[in-house]
């Protein structure tokens, strides 16, 4: 038996070896199939000069290195120079030598490295056998010139030609004193491919490049279930369930709320609201509709509602105070009331809808007797052939937008705020009072706690045509001033409403998106029934 190289870490795994080691105690290798290293001699030094030849040195001189594009010299014959096996050991007398390594296998190539220079541990170094961590491993070829490393109960695979001299008969079986050493991985499973048989050109297939997952993705499993017609589907993994809680069985990715965003294009007029980038949910709400007068004459109306953050459930009051303000009005225009006094009722309307969730009884349960009762804030606008009809209580507004942009524009709506009344009392001027940290803190919302509900409503007969802007302040907080908001409506917002929203809530969302955003554009004068976005 060869003597055991002494190694202080395993040549696979790089675990720390004691000695006597004979297999690695982390990944199994076996440290036999590791060849006595020689005494290095390079042929070229790093700084491109000729090393001299190592005094007492055994083995033939190395020649001196051939200048860049000629021919290197003849180093030796194969019999010049002593011969081991793969394990290390030295070869039985007779045994013919190895073939010679033609020329171009110093070519370039990933294996072999620079032309001229023969690659570490496979040609021009005495008694170097192939590395253990690369081409001793099972379905590694050997190189050329050097036996093939047999697969674990597999035949040997002889790299060379045959010849008469060699041994016939069944191969060795893996563990016997005769059988070649071969090194084994333990820290990593086989390919589908590593310890199969060698094809027949000599060479052991190579691993696969990619292996199995040990479980299959959920996402994409094709066991999951497929959900039953007309239940919500997760929008992650398109295949679990929708619980009630709002995640999915399947991958428990937490699903969108519906009123994240939401869009409406009614024909004439269109709505668009969106959370925004800071709140957590929507608390805002809207309804549009389109109705007609007794005389046939069209009316096109909006309602938007901005729900008190420091109210119990304010995203239930702004959906309950505009779609009983939204009743309320396609109820009565057609009957022939007047336009600004169906907005008058339809406020009272949803003030009424908003009392009412203080008295249900779930609402009492989750109150605490320091939360406020519901509430919100109220806008609308009410288009007909030539009149234009405004309601509001708070601080969400209309706007009033031209189309001939030469034109002023003009705010329809004074706010319930704090900075309002200073205004109005002459204590501060515009920019001051919007300045100041209370400048939004309203006077006037719907909700049983409210101090007294004062709706306010004006009627307009504009001379020319253009669009209503009715809008929560998380819009008109990024262009308050008439001017501001005429800047950022599209010039065909008269013929395109849906289009025109979109962007403006964008603009909101691009200026920061710190509130809820929602907006609806109305034409003037109302287009006739059935006309809708371009």
Not at 185 to 191: C, I, T, V, Y
Not at 277 to 296: I, K, M, Q, S
Not at 307 to 316: H, I, K
Not at 438 to 444: D, E, V
């Amino acid at each position: 038996m060869s003597q055991m190289p002494q190694l202080s870490a395993c040549p696979s795994c790089e675990w720390p070896l004691e000695s006597g080691d004979r297999f690695c105690g982390a990944c199994g290798y076996d440290l036999s199939a590791v060849p006595v290293r020689p005494d290095d001699h390079p042929t070229i030094a790093m700084n491109g000069s000729v090393p001299p030849p190592a005094t007492g040195a055994p083995g033939a001189d190395w020649p001196v290195a051939a200048p860049d594009g000629a021919a290197p010299e003849a180093a030796h014959l194969p019999t010049d120079l002593p011969g081991t096996d793969s394990g290390g050991r030295d070869l039985p007398p007779g045994t013919p030598p190895p073939p010679q390594v033609p020329p171009a296998a110093t070519a370039p190539d990933a294996a072999h490295g620079t032309p001229g220079v023969p690659a570490p541990g496979s040609h021009g170094i005495p008694g170097a056998s192939p590395a253990p961590d690369h081409q001793a491993q099972p379905g590694h070829h050997a190189s050329p010139g050097h036996p093939a490393v047999p697969a674990p109960g597999g035949p040997a695979v002889p790299s060379g030609p045959q010849t008469p001299d060699a041994p016939a008969g069944p191969p060795p079986s893996p563990g016997s004193p005769d059988a070649p050493a071969s090194g084994v991985r333990f820290d990593r499973p086989p390919g589908p491919d590593e310890y199969a048989p060698a094809e027949s050109d000599g060479y052991a297939r190579p691993e696969p490049d990619e292996y199995a997952l040990q479980a299959p993705d959920p996402r994409v499993s094709p066991a999951a279930p497929t959900p039953p017609e007309g239940t919500k589907v997760c929008v992650a993994c398109r295949a679990g369930r929708v619980d009630h809680d709002g995640y999915c069985e399947n991958c428990g990715h937490a699903q969108p709320r519906e009123r994240d965003h939401m869009e409406q294009d009614a024909g004439p007029v269109a709505a668009v609201s969106d959370r925004g980038l800071r709140h957590h949910r929507n608390e805002d709400a809207f309804a549009v509709g389109c109705t007609a007068l007794p005389d046939g004459r069209p009316a096109v109306l909006a309602i938007v509602c901005d729900g008190v953050s420091s109210a119990t459930r304010p995203d239930d009051a702004s959906m309950a105070a505009s779609r009983a303000a939204s009743e309320s009005l396609l109820a009565a225009l057609p009957r022939g009331a007047h336009p600004q006094q169906a907005m008058h009722d339809a406020i009272i309307a949803a003030s009424n809808a908003v009392n009412a969730l203080a008295n249900e009884p779930a609402t009492a349960r989750e109150q605490a007797p320091h939360q406020n009762a519901p509430a919100c804030t109220f806008v609308g606008a009410i288009v007909t052939a030539g009149l234009l009809v405004v309601g509001w209580v708070g601080d969400s507004r209309a706007y009033w937008v031209p189309v001939d942009r030469s034109t002023p524009p003009a705010r329809l709506t004074e706010d319930d705020s704090w900075a309002a009344q200073m205004v109005a009392a002459g204590l501060m001027n515009e920019a001051e009072a919007y300045a100041d940290e209370r400048a939004h803190a309203i006077t006037g919302w719907l909700g049983a706690d409210a101090y007294e509900l004062e709706p306010h409503t004006a009627s307009f007969k504009p001379d020319r045509p253009g669009v209503v802007v009715v809008c929560t302040d998380g819009l008109w907080n990024y262009a308050e001033a008439a001017d501001d908001m005429a800047d950022v409506v599209p010039l065909d917002a008269a013929a395109r409403p849906l289009h025109s929203a979109q962007v403006l809530v964008g603009h909101a969302l691009d200026g920061g998106g710190h509130d809820n955003v929602t907006v609806a554009v109305l034409p003037f004068p109302a287009p006739p029934m059935g006309a809708g976005s371009a």
